[in-house]
């Protein structure tokens, strides 16, 4: 059955001449997607960027949008596809922070797209021989860190990439240029359908829609805002992996690069990220654990599990457990940190804070910081 939230939803992103930026605008001023739909021409006149001439065509586009919207949901539920809001829960979290993230996924398959840890791998489609070894030698290195690999199903080093994580079990997510219904290239379908079991498929475009190439660009912005790391196997000095890796880049994300032969023109990419200091060098997956601080968190969340207090989790409701599971992990968090990582709204989080502080659990400290007590 079809959810009457997620028609608003998807009706948002139908409106004519309305994109990312103005939903969020209009989702926080009416309060939620239905709100938008129900609210008068008058409120969305005090809407700040919303004139006459946007009020109406907003007014005049809701009907046939939310007729739009059933029928891609009725084929969402015929093909096992979520849509995923950017206030849904099972949406990126590492995605949501970024501005230009778009405000709704269409996303098939059984991963947690918030893992904890998530990896980028992308290169090349003309991969080398060397290429190829070093990409399934990655990804064999990183199945010991319960990562979670990602990149764009393409020839060259995203299907490698692909390929060994399913060898390796380890989930990984394809994000697409198309709707969830065109797998591009074709040719990758058989992975593409293995992925499902194992990771899923990813995409922001509608059913219907071909791989154009304007949408490839489009595409890497959610491979890099997704992940804590886009690691660069193979590239050419003006590809679509370095816009890739300047996407990561920009999003203040940690981008790596294998250093290759400097003969090899799919090696002067990766070659330049590293010169010019845009990326690190990947020569072992210790350069990768050392610059994501995994060693120290593995070694932080050993020691909470051996000193960090046990809660009867029948005395606290599921918004205090929320909070408290993530001060066991780091003993202190800022209020805006807090209230991210537990995925509970910061106008709740001070409520639940200070029952928390009153109980003698949680201790405040100056600049928004708080303390679990042992």
């Known amino acids: 059955m079809v959810d009457e939230q997620n028609i608003y939803e998807v009706a948002l992103t139908k409106l004519p001449g309305v ?4 939903i ?4 926080s001023y009416c309060g939620s997607p239905r709100g938008v739909f129900e609210a008068t021409p008058g409120k ?3 809407i700040p960027g919303l004139g006459n001439t ?3 065509g907003l007014l005049d586009g809701a009907k046939g949008a939310l007729l739009e919207a059933e029928q891609i949901l009725k084929q969402a539920e015929e093909l096992d596809v979520q849509p995923l809001f950017y206030t849904s829960a099972k949406y990126p979290d590492r995605l949501k922070q970024i501005a230009d993230a778009p405000v709704l996924l269409y996303y098939r398959g059984n991963a947690n797209l918030n893992q904890k840890r998530i990896i980028s791998i992308v290169g090349t489609r003309q991969v080398t021989s060397y290429g190829q070894t070093v990409t399934e030698r990655i990804v064999d290195e990183l199945k010991q860190f319960s990562v979670m690999v990602v990149s764009g199903l393409a020839y060259g080093v995203d299907i490698i990439a692909h390929r060994a994580a399913l060898q390796a079990g380890i989930p990984t997510i394809g994000v697409m240029a198309s709707g969830l219904d065109i797998v591009y290239p074709a040719a990758h379908r058989k992975y593409a359908e293995r992925m499902l079991t194992q990771g899923g498929l990813l995409t922001e475009n509608v059913f219907g829609t071909k791989p154009d190439a304007p949408r490839f660009p489009a595409r890497n912005r959610i491979i ?3 992940s804590d790391c886009t690691i660069v196997i193979e590239a050419a000095l003006k590809s679509g992996t370095l816009i890739t890796a300047d996407i990561a880049h920009s999003y203040d994300k940690e981008v790596l690069a294998v250093p290759g032969n400097i003969t ?3 090696s002067e990419g990766t070659n330049y990220l590293i010169k010019s200091h845009k990326a690190a060098a990947y020569t072992t997956a210790q350069d990768l654990v050392e610059l994501l601080n995994w060693d120290l968190e593995d070694e932080a969340a050993a020691r909470a599990k051996t000193n960090s207090p046990s809660f009867d989790a029948s005395e606290f409701n599921p918004d205090e457990l929320k909070v408290l599971q993530v001060l066991q992990q780091s003993k202190e968090e800022q209020m805006d940190n807090l209230s991210w990582k537990a995925q509970v709204p910061v106008s709740l989080l001070a409520s639940v804070l200070l029952n928390l502080e009153f109980r003698g659990i949680v201790r405040a400290l100056p600049g928004k910081r708080f303390r679990l007590l042992t």
Not at 19 to 22: A, C, E, M, N, Y
């Open 44 to 46: 969305l006149l005090k």
């Open 19 to 22: 994109g990312s930026q103005l």
């Open 24 to 27: 969020r605008v209009l989702v």
């Open 224 to 226: 890099a805002g997704m």
């Open 54 to 56: 946007r009020v109406r």
């Open 264 to 266: 090899s023109p799919v």
